[in-house]
């Protein structure tokens, strides 16, 4: 089995000091229904064993109340990000960069997957554009 496609714990943002640093000090962005949080760290500052960005998934409880839907919502956030970080991954290691990015889920309504995969996609672009000017 390849390793392409793959959301393993190591590179999921934990701990509450880089989640605090990232929420206070890092720029944002939205993509109806995500909200995007990244902060660039240089590849001395982050982990030597990942160069690829940490990723932080969030729905709030403040917006569903029931841990199903927003269990439901974070899996699919996830899912989406698992399918399309490829690109992400591949610019973080040409620039020795790593992230530290969040994906908050900001509406009411439950979306479906396509939807979601779509506003996915159109964040991952944005955060290579990010990337990009970061390095001229």
Request: aromatic share 8%; with cysteine.
């Amino acid at each position: 089995m390849s390793d392409r496609f793959t959301f393993p714990k190591s590179e999921k943002l934990c701990g509450n000091i880089r989640i605090k640093t990232l929420y206070d000090t890092g720029r944002h962005f939205t993509c109806y229904p995500l909200r995007v949080t990244y902060l660039l760290m240089p590849q001395e500052q982050s982990s030597p064993d990942s160069p690829s960005p940490l990723v932080l998934v969030w729905a709030g409880k403040s917006l569903f109340r029931r841990a199903v839907l927003r269990n439901r919502l974070r899996r699919l956030m996830r899912e989406a990000y698992r399918l399309n970080a490829l690109l992400l991954k591949e610019r973080c290691s040409a620039d020795n960069v790593s992230m530290h990015v969040a994906f908050n889920y900001i509406t009411k309504e439950v979306l479906d997957f396509s939807q979601i995969e779509k506003a996915m996609r159109k964040a991952i672009e944005k955060l290579i554009a990010v990337l990009e000017e970061n390095h001229e």
